[in-house]
């Protein structure tokens, strides 16, 4: 009765009187559920802050290719939440051990500190979550299409940056098409509807779209030049290759955005019951 | 007698009328019209009457159509391609003997004839039948003509006016960047209501110990109360 865990400050074993004495076995149970709690919930966050760390390394590995479509549309928001997203999970890891730590010694510091921490992580991992969902509504078929027409093959560029876009958005232009069996983003007549930088230096009767958007053989090459030219089904790709770009983006930001979310609505509750055993302390 | 041989020498250099219509091939080929290319369906069994043929496509502007003379011959600068449409208004390209376009059609073959696919000899005049990609959208009418040797023996109709596709810039493409979608809104709105609620909360347990303002103990069930009765301070025998 007289050494509880929760009160480590000294007190005159004679002096507590009866009443006390049963008010505090009485609750003596209730401050252990709620340290069991508290502590089972930062275990919980600390797991989550390891999968959000991992899960932001997988995205920001970016295992498409697409991120230099992303950087050329200026609109890259995305990876750099996933790179919010990477830091919040280590720091979710070390607050959760650190509130488990200040719950089992019931010291007042240790959780004040971590409840203010915890407060800045959250904030972070707020703004991580918001810039996924905000910028994947940025990604629209047009937007891909406009940039698609204006910098694929491009060979007038104007500085250097300029440059290492188009060439970012060529190569990777020419791997998905090749990788995905598909051609332009909505299909091949992308490239006669408009005009493109890619038409300034290929003529529209030997390349009425590019030669990756036919199907290959083995050594990479067109199984029917003619065929392809035609438009002649099976030796041409026919479909688009919107949903091979949209696919990985959307996985990426809503997993950035919704399991971030999932984390904080935890957190919410566990910061909560961390304030409220906080005040019951006392020094 | 002799009017009747003079007639029948008439018919025999004469002109037939055939009654076939070019036609763009089939709706499945993709690439049937482009910016400066067409195809067309392969005159068969067409001209299975003029074996010693050659079959030649005339490709014409409205001025061509209605100006064009049976008796062109593919080699003369008149009706070649490099002039066109600026100095004359119809060429003669795609020859090809008559027994190209032998009956009945194959049956799992495409049988396709495409206009504008010679780029390389568009700019060489001496290759006036070149199969030059198209100067502009059009519209263009075509017709075969057979001739056997340097005479014209049979014609086909003109075909209905082709017009090529016209290509729009890139800078017309609409609305390129989004609507907010709901799971955006909803996402923002809760983590910031979240937010608050968990900044109120800090502000109260802060508030609420002897922090800030009061400075008393409140009376909780759950705290205990520090009071010396004895009058004895700093007894380090009763520190446990």
């Not at chain 1, 498409?64 to 999970?89: M, R, S």
């Not at chain 2, 076939?20 to 400066?36: A, C, D, F, H, Q």
């Not at chain 2, 391609?81 to 795609?94: D, V």
């Not at chain 2, 109709?157 to 082709?162: D, L, Q």
């Amino acid at each position: 009765m007289c050494d509880m865990p929760w009160n480590k400050s000294g007190f005159f074993e004679g002096e507590v009187s009866l009443h006390e004495g049963l008010k505090m076995a009485k609750t003596d149970n209730g401050i252990r559920i709620c340290q069991g709690l508290l502590i089972l919930g930062n275990v919980v966050i600390g797991m989550c802050g390891i999968a959000l760390t991992a899960e932001c390394i997988f995205f920001v590995s970016d295992p498409h290719g697409l991120y230099p479509l992303l950087e050329a549309t200026e609109n890259n928001d995305i990876y750099a939440a996933a790179w919010i997203g990477i830091f919040v999970g280590f720091a979710l890891l070390a607050l959760s051990i650190l509130g488990i730590v200040g719950v089992m010694k019931s010291s007042k510091t240790l959780l004040l500190v971590y409840i203010i921490l915890m407060l800045i992580t959250y904030a972070f991992e707020m703004a991580s979550c918001i810039t996924a969902a905000t910028h994947r509504d940025f990604l629209t078929p047009n937007l891909f299409l406009k940039q698609m027409l204006e910098r694929y093959m491009k060979s007038d560029t104007d500085n250097n940056n300029d440059k290492q876009m188009t060439e970012g958005v060529t190569k990777t232009w020419d791997n998905l098409m090749l990788q995905n069996q598909c051609c332009g983003v909505h299909g091949p007549l992308d490239w006669q509807e408009y005009t493109s930088a890619f038409r300034m230096t290929h003529n529209d009767a030997d390349y009425p779209w590019p030669h990756n958007c036919c199907v290959m053989n083995t050594r990479s090459e067109p199984i029917n030049l003619d065929g392809c030219k035609l438009g002649v089904p099976g030796f041409y790709n026919s479909n688009g290759c919107y949903d091979a770009i949209s696919g990985p983006l959307n996985r990426q930001a809503w997993g950035v955005a919704w399991f971030g979310f999932a984390i904080l609505c935890w957190t919410f509750c566990v910061l909560l019951g961390t304030m409220f055993y906080w005040s019951r302390i006392a020094y | 007698m002799h009017p009747l041989l003079l007639l029948l020498l008439a018919t025999a250099h004469g002109l037939d009328k055939l009654s076939y219509k070019p036609t763009l091939v089939g709706g499945n080929v993709e690439g049937r019209m482009t910016g400066s290319t067409f195809v067309l369906e392969q005159p068969r069994c067409v001209f299975d009457s003029y074996s010693t043929a050659n079959i030649w496509l005339v490709v014409a502007t409205r001025e061509g159509m209605d100006a064009f003379n049976d008796s062109a011959q593919p080699g003369m600068p008149e009706w070649s391609f490099q002039r066109f449409p600026t100095n004359t208004s119809a060429y003669l390209t795609l020859g090809a003997m008559q027994y190209h376009y032998g009956c009945p059609k194959p049956d799992r073959e495409l049988t396709v004839l495409r206009v504008g696919s010679e780029t390389d000899c568009a700019d060489n005049i001496s290759v006036p039948n070149c199969n030059g990609p198209l100067p502009g959208p059009g519209p263009y009418w075509v017709k075969f003509l057979a001739l056997n040797g340097s005479e014209p023996t049979a014609t086909t109709e003109w075909s209905g006016p082709i017009t090529l596709k016209t290509a729009r810039e890139p800078q017309s493409i609409p609305g390129t960047g989004g609507a907010r979608s709901g799971a955006m809104i909803a996402i923002t709105a809760i983590l910031s209501v979240l937010l608050a609620i968990l900044l109120a909360a800090l502000l109260a347990t802060l508030c609420s110990s002897e922090a800030c303002g009061v400075g008393s103990f409140r009376p909780d069930a759950a705290s205990i109360r520090r009071y010396n009765t004895h009058h004895v301070y700093d007894q380090p025998a009763a520190r446990l």
